[in-house]
T-cell receptor
Framework: AQSVAQPEDQVNVAEGNPLTVKCTYSVSGNPYLFWYVQYPNRGLQFLLKYITGDNLVKGSYGFEAEFNKSQTSFHLKKPSALVSDSALYFCAVRDMVSSASKIIFGSGTRLSIRP | DSGVTQTPKHLITATGQRVTLRCSPRSGDLSVYWYQQSLDQGLQFLIQYYNGEERAKGNILERFSAQQFPDLHSELNLSSLELGDSALYFC??????????????FGPGTRLTVL
């Protein structure tokens, strides 16, 4: 079965420090991976996606993600965290088995940036 | 702002009742997707419509149904509501169907509370 795992429920980082939000995946075939962010009382916002090509994907708000095929990981990173980055982050993968339309989401990681 | 709109923002109703959630996709998008976000189940795909036709089905209960109209807006109908149906319901849209590389853009959601 296709799935993504976010091993950390919460990540705490000081403002100005680098941040990493972890994600590992399990898929059949080539993975199509996404990161979304959910701010309080708002919908999910698309950050970035990996389809093919360069293993380092750049996205919105200064975020980037590193695709690592050997470790089946797609970690979200940012060099310098901002307090405004505090939100719930979801890693997701396209379900290539039952329906390519379907996105399977991880359980989410709450990122808290302290001033 | 993703360009996807959902109404209403909040809905409070009683068990056994029926409600309709509405979604307008981004301009030019032909696909509409519905997702449910609950504390115990996380984010789950319910159903997809493309240009008026059902294209993919996920974990959607028989009490739930959806449709997409000629103007491409979509409605999700929830009937015989139970306490466990309380959740945040998201609509997303994209310009294609069945392409794992396309991006789904999410609306702000409708928070349903069943009392």
């Amino acid at each position: 079965a296709q799935s993504v795992a976010q091993p950390e429920d919460q990540v705490n980082v000081a403002e100005g420090n680098p941040l990493t939000v972890k994600c590992t995946y399990s898929v059949s075939g080539n993975p199509y991976l996404f990161w979304y962010v959910q701010y309080p009382n708002r919908g999910l916002q698309f950050l970035l996606k990996y389809i093919t090509g360069d293993n380092l994907v750049k996205g919105s708000y200064g975020f980037e993600a590193e695709f690592n095929k050997s470790q089946t990981s797609f970690h979200l990173k940012k060099p310098s965290a901002l307090v405004s980055d505090s939100a719930l982050y979801f890693c997701a993968v396209r379900d290539m088995v039952s329906s390519a339309s379907k996105i399977i989401f991880g359980s989410g990681t709450r990122l808290s940036i302290r001033p | 702002d993703s360009g996807v709109t959902q109404t209403p923002k909040h809905l409070i109703t009683a068990t056994g009742q029926r409600v309709t959630l509405r979604c307008s996709p981004r301009s030019g998008d032909l696909s509409v997707y519905w997702y449910q976000q609950s504390l115990d189940q996380g984010l789950q795909f319910l159903i997809q419509y493309y240009n008026g036709e059902e294209r993919a089905k996920g974990n959607i209960l028989e009490r739930f149904s959806a449709q997409q109209f000629p103007d491409l807006h979509s409605e999700l109908n929830l009937s015989s509501l139970e306490l466990g149906d309380s959740a945040l319901y998201f609509c997303a849209s994209s310009d294609r169907s069945g392409d794992p590389a396309d991006t789904q853009y999410f609306g702000p959601g409708t928070r349903l509370t069943v009392l």
